[in-house]
C-alpha cells in the first residue's frame, strides 16, 4: 500500500494558498461533464454535496435515514470552534492549530490541522450567511465560550443545538440544489460496496431500504462521509443507526484503516442505569464552563444526598489547576474512571459499583443567576431531567464517561483522498485531523471544513489529472460487485437460528468496552481477539434475521448486516490497540502510564499512524505507516496542570 500524504512543500501558514494554485482546474462548462457520488448527507456530506453541485458538478447523494435533516450531525448539542479572536482573549490560527495538534496528543498530520484552524473562520461566515441563528451578545455580535483543552473562547454555539442549526444551514444549501436538478437525492438508501474500475474508484451498489432493490451507480469520484463506528461498543451516544459499513466496505476494496482504536470517550454522559438500556445521552462539554466535578472526598459519604456532603473532591481543579474543569475528554474520562475505581463513586449501584460523579452548577447559579444558567443551557437541563427525574437546577447532575466519537478512519492524504484513487473521505469517517483525542467543537469544524472548504478544490485536481474515461454500470465490474453484495444478503435472511441479532451486538459491545474500551492491556486485548472471531462464528451460526425477505423493508436485515460487519470490524480495532503499544490520548494502555496515572507516550517507536491492509475476514490486517514529523509543535508531555 502506498501511502503518499501530499504534504505540499513550503511554510505551514502558506502550504494551503500555494497548494490551490497549484491544484489543476476543471473549467465550469467541464464540470457538469463529471458526476460525483457522495454517500452521507451529514454535515460532512450535506456541505460537500451542496458545494460541489455549487460548482457546476452533478451529485448523487445517498443517506439511510428517511431526510438528510436526520443525519447523526443533528444531535451535537455544545458548538463549532473557529479562530475568530472575537473575544480578543489571545487566540489566532496558530493557538488553535496548537491546541488541536497537543489536544490529539501527537497523533496528527500538523499540515492538514493547520489548514483546518485556517479555514474555521470561513465556517462561521459561510453559516452566518445561511442564516445560522449562533447565540449573540448583547450588542449583536457573536458570543462564544470554551470547549475542554482550550484557554481561551473560541467556541461558537447555538444554545445546546449546534448540529441541529448547522445542519439545517447545510441541508438548506443542499436543498437549492436538488431543486436546480444538480443534486439527486436517495435518501433510504444504503450502499453496501464500492465498485472498482482499473483500481479507481468508480461506482456504488446499494440496496432501496423500503424496496429492498439493488442498483448500480456509475461516477468520476466518490465522496464517503458516511459518519463515525462508535456503535462497534453497542452503548454510545451515536445515534442507534451509525455505522461502521460504508468504511469498513471500502477496507474491503483495498482502502487503508488508520488507527481504529482511536477512540473518545466523553466524560459527560448520562451513566449507565442497567442491562435494558440500548443508548445513553450525552450532557454537552459546554456545561463543563460553569458545572464543577466533585465526588465526596470521604467514601463513607458517596451514598449521601449530595447537599449533605461538605468535604468535596473537586479532583479536575486540584489535579488540573490551570485548566481545572476543562482540561481535554481523554484526561477528565480516565480522572472520573480512577475515582470511581477507588471507591468515590456516587449515584445508583449498577453490577455492584457506583460509577458516576457530580456535575454541579450550585456555585454557577448562586454567581450568575438561575436565568444566565438558563439562558446558556436551558435546553440540556431539561433533557437530563426528562431523562432522570431530577433538576440539574435543585441537585448536581451525575455524569460518567461513554463512547462519543472516533478519531480512526479511512486513511486520506493532503486531499482527504484515500489511497484508492477517486476515493475521497470526509468529515468524521476519515482519521485526519484529531490525532489520539479530538478536542471538543472540533467535529463539526472539521466535516464542514472538509465539506465546504476542501473538497471543492481538491476533487477537481483528481478529475482534472487523473480521470480514467466514461465508465458505465454495464462495466463488469459492476456485475461482479453487485453478486456480491447479493450473495452477502442471501446469506443474511436465511439466518433461521433464535438468537436475535440485537444480542450478538450487546455482547461484542461488552467485549470491546471491556477489553478495548477506556483502558486497555496487552492481555485483555488477546483475549478480546479470541473472543470476537467465536461470536462471529456464533453469529452466523445462530442470528435470527425475522421478516424472510430481502425485497421489501426488513429492518432487521438492514441491523443484521452492519453488526456482521461490525463483527470483523472489531476485530481490527483489538489488532490496532495491542500494536500500539503505548498510551496517547483516548488510547490509555495500562502498562504504559506514569506515577500519577498519566499516559506516557513512546514516541520513538509510535510516532505514525498505523494504517491497516484488509487480509481477509479473520486474517490479521496488514501494517503500513505514515510516519509524522513534529516541525511546529514540539513533541513534550501534554500537561494540563
Ligand atoms: C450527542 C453528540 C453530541 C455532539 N456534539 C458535538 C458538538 O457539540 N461539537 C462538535 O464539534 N461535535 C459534536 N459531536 C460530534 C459530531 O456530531 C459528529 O462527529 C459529526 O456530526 C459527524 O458528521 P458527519 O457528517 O461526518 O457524519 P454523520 O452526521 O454521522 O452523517 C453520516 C451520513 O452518512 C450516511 N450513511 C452512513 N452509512 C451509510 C451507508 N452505508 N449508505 C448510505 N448512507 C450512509 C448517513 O445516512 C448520514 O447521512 C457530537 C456527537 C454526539 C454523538
Same mark, same amino acid.
Given at each position: 500500500m502506498e501511502l503518499d500524504a501530499k504534504i505540499p512543500s513550503g511554510p505551514i501558514d502558506k502550504k494551503w494558498d500555494k497548494h490551490r494554485f497549484d491544484l489543476k482546474l476543471v473549467n465550469p462548462a467541464n464540470k457538469r461533464k463529471y458526476t460525483i457520488l457522495v454517500v452521507g448527507s451529514g454535515l460532512a456530506g450535506g456541505s460537500a454535496a451542496a458545494s460541489l453541485a455549487e460548482l457546476g458538478y452533478d451529485v448523487e447523494c445517498f443517506c439511510?435515514?428517511?431526510?438528510?435533516?436526520?443525519?447523526?450531525?443533528?444531535?451535537?448539542?455544545g458548538g463549532i470552534n473557529a479562530a475568530k479572536n472575537y473575544q480578543n482573549d489571545g487566540d489566532s490560527v496558530y493557538r488553535l492549530f496548537y491546541d488541536t495538534v497537543k489536544g490529539g496528543d501527537f497523533r496528527a498530520r500538523e499540515a492538514n490541522v493547520y489548514r483546518l484552524s485556517q479555514v474555521s473562520a470561513n465556517i462561521i461566515d459561510q453559516c452566518v450567511a445561511q442564516g445560522v441563528p449562533f447565540a449573540r451578545e448583547y450588542g449583536g455580535t457573536l458570543a462564544n465560550r470554551s470547549f475542554g483543552g482550550?484557554?481561551?473562547?473560541r467556541t461558537f454555539y447555538a444554545r445546546g443545538q449546534t448540529g441541529q442549526q448547522l445542519l439545517l444551514g447545510a441541508y438548506s444549501a443542499l436543498n437549492r440544489q436538488i431543486g436546480r436538478g444538480k443534486v439527486r437525492m436517495h435518501s433510504r438508501?444504503?450502499?453496501l460496496d464500492l465498485v472498482l474500475v482499473d483500481g479507481h474508484a468508480r461506482g456504488l451498489i446499494t440496496r432501496d431500504?423500503?424496496?429492498?432493490k439493488i442498483d448500480r451507480w456509475a461516477g468520476d469520484a466518490v465522496v464517503l462521509?458516511?459518519?463515525?463506528?462508535?456503535?462497534v461498543f453497542f452503548l454510545?451516544?451515536?445515534?442507534?443507526?451509525?455505522?461502521?459499513t460504508a468504511s469498513y466496505r471500502c477496507y474491503k476494496r483495498g482502502a487503508g484503516f488508520a488507527n481504529p482504536c482511536f477512540t473518545q470517550i466523553h466524560p459527560t454522559c448520562i451513566p449507565v442505569s442497567g442491562g435494558h438500556q440500548s443508548k445513553l445521552t450525552l450532557m454537552s462539554e459546554s456545561l463543563r464552563n460553569d458545572g464543577r466535578v466533585w465526588v465526596p472526598?470521604?467514601?463513607?459519604?458517596?451514598?449521601?444526598?449530595?447537599?449533605? =456532603?461538605?468535604?468535596?473532591?473537586?479532583y479536575l481543579e486540584e489535579r488540573y489547576?490551570?485548566? *481545572?474543569?476543562?482540561?481535554?475528554r481523554d484526561v477528565a474520562s480516565r480522572a472520573a474512571k480512577k475515582v470511581c475505581d477507588e471507591g468515590y463513586g456516587v449515584g445508583t449501584e449498577v453490577d455492584g459499583v457506583r460509577n458516576a460523579v457530580y456535575l454541579d452548577f450550585e456555585d454557577a447559579i448562586r454567581r450568575d443567576g438561575r436565568k444566565a444558567i438558563e439562558d446558556r443551557y436551558g435546553n440540556l437541563f431539561d433533557m437530563y431531567e426528562r431523562i432522570t427525574g431530577e433538576s440539574p437546577y435543585e441537585v448536581p447532575m451525575r455524569i460518567y464517561p461513554a463512547v462519543h466519537y472516533t478519531m480512526g478512519g479511512l486513511w486520506v492524504d493532503y486531499n482527504l483522498m484515500?489511497? =484508492?484513487?477517486?476515493l475521497h473521505v470526509l468529515g468524521?469517517?476519515?482519521?485526519?485531523?484529531? *490525532?489520539a483525542n479530538r478536542l471538543g467543537a472540533s467535529a463539526l469544524m472539521q466535516g464542514l471544513a472538509d465539506g465546504y472548504f476542501v473538497i471543492p478544490y481538491t476533487i477537481g485536481h483528481y478529475l482534472a489529472t487523473q480521470h480514467t474515461g466514461e465508465v458505465t454500470t454495464e462495466h463488469p465490474a459492476f456485475g461482479q460487485t453487485q453478486q456480491e453484495v447479493e450473495a452477502r444478503i442471501t446469506t443474511l435472511v436465511n439466518?433461521?437460528?433464535?438468537?436475535?441479532v440485537d444480542d450478538f451486538h450487546r455482547r461484542l459491545g461488552r467485549i470491546m468496552w471491556d477489553y478495548c474500551g477506556m483502558a486497555r492491556n496487552a492481555q485483555g486485548l488477546e483475549h478480546a481477539l479470541q473472543e470476537i472471531p467465536a461470536l462471529r462464528e456464533e453469529f452466523w451460526a445462530k442470528a435470527r434475521v425475522p421478516?424472510?425477505?430481502?425485497?421489501?423493508?426488513?429492518p432487521w436485515l438492514e441491523k443484521a448486516g452492519r453488526v456482521a460487519d461490525f463483527l470483523e470490524f472489531a476485530e481490527l480495532m483489538c489488532h490496532d490497540a495491542l500494536y500500539r503499544d503505548e498510551s496517547c490520548g483516548g488510547h490509555f494502555?495500562?502498562?504504559?502510564?506514569n506515577a500519577e496515572g498519566e499516559a506516557v507516550r513512546r514516541d520513538d517507536i509510535f510516532a505514525h499512524g498505523a494504517v491497516w491492509e484488509y487480509q481477509g475476514v479473520g486474517q490479521a490486517p496488514k501494517l503500513n505507516k505514515e510516519e509524522l514529523s513534529f516541525e511546529h509543535v514540539k513533541l513534550t508531555t501534554r500537561s494540563y496542570k
Open positions: 439511510f435515514q428517511d431526510s438528510p435533516r436526520r443525519a447523526h450531525s443533528i444531535a451535537a448539542q482550550a484557554q481561551v473562547s438508501t444504503e450502499m431500504l423500503v424496496t429492498g462521509a458516511s459518519g463515525g463506528y462508535g456503535n454510545s451516544t451515536n445515534a442507534k443507526g451509525s455505522n461502521v472526598r470521604n467514601k463513607a459519604d458517596t451514598t449521601k444526598p449530595p447537599g449533605q =456532603v461538605t468535604d468535596r473532591y473537586y489547576p490551570s485548566f *481545572g474543569n476543562l482540561v481535554p484515500s489511497n =484508492v484513487p477517486g468524521e469517517a476519515n482519521f485526519s485531523d484529531h *490525532g439466518l433461521q437460528g433464535d438468537v436475535p421478516g424472510g425477505s430481502a425485497s421489501e423493508l426488513n494502555r495500562e502498562e504504559h502510564q
